[in-house]
């Protein structure tokens, strides 16, 4: 589970419920950890805790069925767009802490217009940090 000493990190994982949430939590950014009160700035708590319930619930037999019971981590997509999830509907085996760790590639015989496609492709699987330097 996410703690305020996961802020600032990128991770991925899986939901409970992919059907009713978003399916693909890849490389998103741990922005903070808040209460059901701040997360309405995203979500609406009480609406998505009633469908999620029956699903998450399985994954943890003692999760409340109180959506102001439970925490919530407000994450930013590689994209820059924010949403929030509840801490227990998040499967907790399936986290994924991504070191912050850099690369360099060199890609010959391109043209100019390809770096744009290579810079596509990057962004949609996730890696939206990205210096590109012609050579």
């Given at each position: 589970?996410?703690t305020?000493?996961?802020?600032?990190?990128v991770?991925?994982?899986?939901?409970?419920?992919?059907?009713i949430?978003?399916?693909n939590y890849?490389?998103?950014k741990?922005k903070?950890?808040?209460?059901?009160?701040?997360?309405?700035?995203?979500i609406?708590?009480?609406?998505?805790?009633?469908?999620?319930?029956p699903?998450?619930?399985?994954?943890n037999?003692?999760?409340?069925?109180n959506?102001?019971?439970?925490?919530?981590?407000?994450?930013?997509?590689?994209?820059g767009?924010q949403?929030?999830?509840?801490?227990?509907?998040?499967n907790?085996?399936?986290i994924?802490?991504?070191?912050?760790?850099s690369?360099?590639?060199?890609v010959?015989?391109?043209?100019?217009?390809d770096?744009?496609?290579?810079?596509?492709h990057?962004?949609r699987n996730?890696?939206?940090?990205?210096?590109?330097e012609?050579l």
């Open positions: 589970m996410f305020s000493a996961d802020i600032g990190k991770a991925s994982f899986s939901v409970y419920a992919p059907g949430l978003q399916d890849t490389r998103v741990i903070a950890i808040i209460g059901w009160e701040l997360a309405r700035n995203f609406d708590p009480a609406t998505l805790h009633a469908a999620v319930y699903t998450a619930v399985i994954g037999p003692g999760m409340p069925n959506y102001k019971a439970y925490n919530y981590v407000n994450i930013e997509f590689p994209d767009q949403t929030a999830l509840g801490l227990l509907w998040i907790d085996g399936s994924a802490v991504h070191e912050n760790t690369a360099r590639f060199t010959s015989s391109i043209t100019v217009d770096v744009e496609k290579i810079r596509q990057l962004i996730g890696y939206n940090n990205i210096g590109i012609l």
